[in-house]
Nanobody, 124 residues
Framework: QVQLVESGGGLVQYGGFTRLSCKASGRNFERYVVGWFRQVPGKEREFVASINREGSRTLHADFAKGRFTISRDNTENMVNLQMYSLKTEDTAVYYC?????????????????WGQGTQVTVSS
């Protein structure tokens, strides 16, 4: 089992940068694929990016390509999401999640553990 705690985010200006961190506790963090999702009220949770167990492969949603970068450090049990060129439509609660599935990492249903979320608000 793994526990996840997100940090970072807050209020950011349009076109700005922020970094979200996801700190894991528990055993065998390196066993899990880690993903970031986001959600706004009234909408389903949306895939942002994921990173494989070794940190060698990443997936990004189309809106995140070229703007968001996911990385992990298994020695620190940490996954980061760097977000550049932020837009007002990036405003959401961002969640990190851990999965031991072998595929389907774009889908929230395949993640077993979730953090509590951290708010990112992009001001125009």
């Amino acid at each position: 089992q793994v526990q996840l705690v997100e940090s970072g985010g807050g209020l950011v200006q349009y076109g700005g940068f922020t970094r979200l961190s996801c700190k894991a506790s528990g055993r065998n963090f390196e066993r899990y694929v880690v993903g970031w999702f986001r959600q706004v009220p009234g909408k389903e949770r949306e895939f942002v990016a994921s990173i494989n167990r070794e940190g060698s492969r990443t997936l990004h949603a189309d809106f995140a390509k070229g703007r968001f970068t996911i990385s992990r450090d298994n020695t620190e049990n940490m996954v980061n999401l760097q977000m550049y060129s932020l837009k007002t439509e990036d405003t959401a609660v961002y969640y990190c999640a851990a999965s031991d599935a072998v595929s389907g990492w774009r889908y929230a249903k395949n993640y077993d553990y979730w953090g509590q979320g951290t708010q990112v608000t992009v001001s125009s």
